[in-house]
């Protein structure tokens, strides 16, 4: 049985995705290979790499002027690359801090470049995210780091900060998930094991002005340039995962695109709220209702025990992944693209069923 | 029909294994997802981790005193990684230059350390290894890299240069297909997609002093220790890969381990080269025949136009992936750990064949 799967990444992928890779996996479209024994080199790994690039281009919208890379070492990886491509060691940097993503997103990026922090949610224990007004911003800055969800403290980002400085965003956990403001970034990226693909690489939207033009000298792969001048095929793709990704794309442009998607993961997180807005205080929200994640919907109950009971009954139905991140505890429920409404109302009715037996 | 793949990288992979694959593919051992879809805390998928982990130093004769590291970015990564991480700003390191990956390793790490070419087979065209004594080694060298089969040209280096300095090796296209002699090495590093596994990963085995003690103060992703304190799980791991590469490495120990593919690979490309010795001139090997590689059988016809009708025919036979590398031309039959002998007698056939309607 078809677990539904609330787990915060890597987590749910379309199911008839599952099947197609399945049936393609010991000879791809008649090559008598694998797609993953193919040369990247090939023409049929080509067309699979450069359709995956163009469905990717017409799904997020990209402007002609963005190069899209696919660069391995996830989120992480980009902390180190974004100052090192874009800040030059006599500019600076502000990073919003607003979780412990903005958080590694600050320190890692420190090694490479002048940043500070632009703002800081610890006072609220990172249960709120600034309005956009409410970063205080030098102009001076080559560029404002944010991360627009923040998958372990459940909230995101509504509004971009208004400033001229470009900005850049860690888009991992809510991934095309919601529109991309172009005329906003200098670069946007994010892992892909969330909503998009196996767990293996980055996506990164970068102005190609950005990417020609590297702050500091380093080696290839650390370089923005390598990965456009080559169509990210400089070196080994992850092929799989660029394979995977390309039909998960499809699936989502079928189903209406970003626009869609957005709708569908607020209402499939409205649903999961509503229960706990309706529990009388029995589940209960921790953060801020006016920046609540519809990716990550994190929520408590009335003592730890009664969170281990939950998880572990909920599993037993096979409801799967709804413990919260080990530094915070409590429950969270993650509600990627590829986890349905049907899955979301399995959960409710358990929500439900739980709190009736207590 | 499974085709015979003769591919440079990416190539073939045991067909039992792709099956396996497969039938895992939408439920991986009951849990109702794939294993692509499990978190990468779960007890599932860590299973398969650790079990890759301990059948890897098993299998390789791992010392205790190495660590085993599952990077991102291939071995084009780690050309930036070796020198970030073991060379101080005072240090110096010798690179052995015989061919297109020694050229990057010297080029791509020089942006991040002083490096010298302690070798260059240039005057020959890269057609051949220095012997044990052949390189000119400053004691003072904080390292000396190898490589210790190089793709393009198609020569091994059969022995190690004989120092008191520690070695560095790319072992991308021979790895596990020869012994490690551990004592000589503070790293040994290889991307995956030649003889492990699909493409999207590094396997890095260090010296943990030398881990422990990064050189430079760099972000996360770019230092040893970050992924040798984590069992290379400090971010999100290239799980398909790393699972996919557990299977080949049972395979692997099944057949007898490193020792037996060293003889098998010996023997599969004793079967080409003999063929091409025998042809009176029609196939000829350019390179040193002290240093053939086991790994990358490169030869050439009498004319590019044969060469073309070579590569053709073969492919209507099935025989894919014969064409040279685009750099130098000719003729390149590869022969990973996957490719089996008797593929080889097929292509051994066809060269006969070949050669005996000209």
Known sequence: MRAHNFGAGPCALPLDVLEEVAAELTDFRG????????????????????GTLSTLRRVAAVPDDFDILFIQGGATMQFAMVPINLLAPSQRAGVVVAGSWGKKALSDGS????????????????????????VDIDPEWRYLHVTTNETIGGIRMVELPETDVSLVADMSSDYLARPIEWDRYDLVYGGVQKNLAPAGMA??????????????DVASYLRYEFHANSDSLGNTPPMFTIYVMGKVLERLEERGGIAALEERSAAKAGAVYEVID??????????????RSHMNVVFRLPSEDLEAEFVATAADRNLIGLKGHRSVGGCRASLYAALEMESVEVLVTFMNDFRATQ
């Open 278 to 291: 309706g529990s009388d205080g029995f589940y209960r929200s921790p953060v801020d209702p006016a920046v």
């Open 111 to 134: 090694k490479h470049g002048d940043l500070v922090a632009a703002w800081d949610g610890v006072e609220t224990g990172y249960t709120t995210m600034p309005g956009a007004d409410g």
């Open 31 to 50: 090559t008598g290979m694998s797609l993953i024994e193919l040369s990247h080199r090939s023409k049929d790994y080509e067309a699979v790499h450069m």
């Open 203 to 216: 996506v990164v939207f970068v102005r190609k002005s950005v990417a020609a033009n590297p702050a500091n």
